[in-house]
């Protein structure tokens, strides 16, 4: 068995810093202890760094099979492990979309060969699925979405099928995840704007067509039924501060039946960026304003949004350089995500011990992911070393994407991720990367 010592690191983990050492053996943390002496390991030093345990994004758009001229599960998981995080939860919108359990297990297969990061892939639900989708296997499925989904039909926003949701969380037992915007306000106000403008509708209108009214209408919607069914439901990618008001904060994570995320670009960017940035902002939901962006950092810190995730979802940069109608939405994520949260907490706007809850215990806690998420004896060694003091600039040849390009070029961050350990492999390495080792298919306790 390979051992690896990592010396005098600071170790962030479960609400403390503690300064010592962590022995890897094979694939798990063996030992974690003020002192470990093991003349048989190889030792790498930790002096002056931070060990955090590995960052779970569960929203993430890898591309394949099908969109590959934009991304691949190989390529992407590249970036990710070079941006700290080491699993991911895949969305359904690849083509033809995640709607079978033979479709879904060929991503699986796909990622077994060329994922560098461990993986999971949502089964997709649209109206006409139900009987397939409730055949998911629970123990290594992550779980069931609409997200992106409608970018292929109008009308897969399963928020605004009441109907259809009674129907859903009637029947299902385990994590329904979905996108909530209300599609009827959204296409009055796009027809609104469309009327002065035409397509070159200016990007800052993006907010105000894919408005917070549009969000919250849905976001209640859902809420009221799933509250009624008792579901497990998780809200992706919540934008506004009207909607993360609505969620508890008082609820422990492990009994909390609807959790609900941020995600990085809403906590970073805001309305005033449009202008600027233009479509390389545009996401779905819309980046909203500046009262939003503070208002879902807050929300975080008070445990009202339990976790933050990417939206990683890449296009080519012909897909973005388009006018407002043809614009793609979305952008990607992974490699800057992680440095960008650190960047905030350089900022003081909140601890490393809470972008460690956020980013790994409670994704971890809210999917029930097997031995993941924490920095404990016996666990997968998925873990991040970072310099908190190691500024670096984004710049072309530095991003990892294959679409080659991020909405942070040219932004400098202080802090520099040095070492990815996915399942105790140093698979990322000052800018290199071991490509023999591939992730491991996440398992999961069964959500009640
Ligand atoms: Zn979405």
Known sequence: MRKKVIKNVLIVNEGQIISGDLLIVGERIEKVASHISAADAEIIDGQGRYLLPGFIDDQVHFREPGLTHKATIYSESRAAVAGGITSFMEMPNTVPNTLTQELLEEK????SRTSLANYSFFMGINRDNLEEVLKTNHENV???????????????????QPEYLEKLFSRVDTLVALHSEDESIIHQNLAHYRSQYGDNIPFSYHPLIRSEEACVRATKRVLEIAKKYQTRLHFFHISTLAEASLFESEIPISQKRITAEACVHHLWFSDKDYEKLGS????????????????LLNALIQNKLDIIAT??????????????????????????????????????????????????HHVAEIYRIK???????????????????????VEPDTIHYQCGWSPFLHQTFQSTIEKTFVNGHLVYDNGSFENEFKGKRLNFQKIR
Request: aromatic letters at 10%; proline letters at 4%.
């Open 108 to 111: 699986y297969s796909i990622a």
């Open 142 to 160: 992550c779980g069931m979405t609409d997200d992106g989904l409608y970018f292929s039909q109008e009308g897969n926003i399963l928020a605004n």
């Open 280 to 295: 390389f902002i545009k996401w779905n939901p819309a980046i909203k304003t500046e009262n939003d962006k503070n208002g």
């Open 311 to 360: 939206d990683h979802a890449p296009h080519t940069i012909q897909e973005k350089d388009q006018n407002y109608i043809n614009a793609m939405s979305g952008g990607p994520l992974v490699q800057h995500a992680l440095p960008a949260l650190l960047e905030l907490f350089h900022e003081k706007k909140i601890g490393l011990e809470k972008i460690v809850e956020k980013t790994s």
């Open 371 to 393: 031995e993941r998420g924490y920095i404990r004896e016996g666990y997968y060694a998925d873990l991040v070393l970072v310099n908190l003091d190691k500024p670096w600039k």
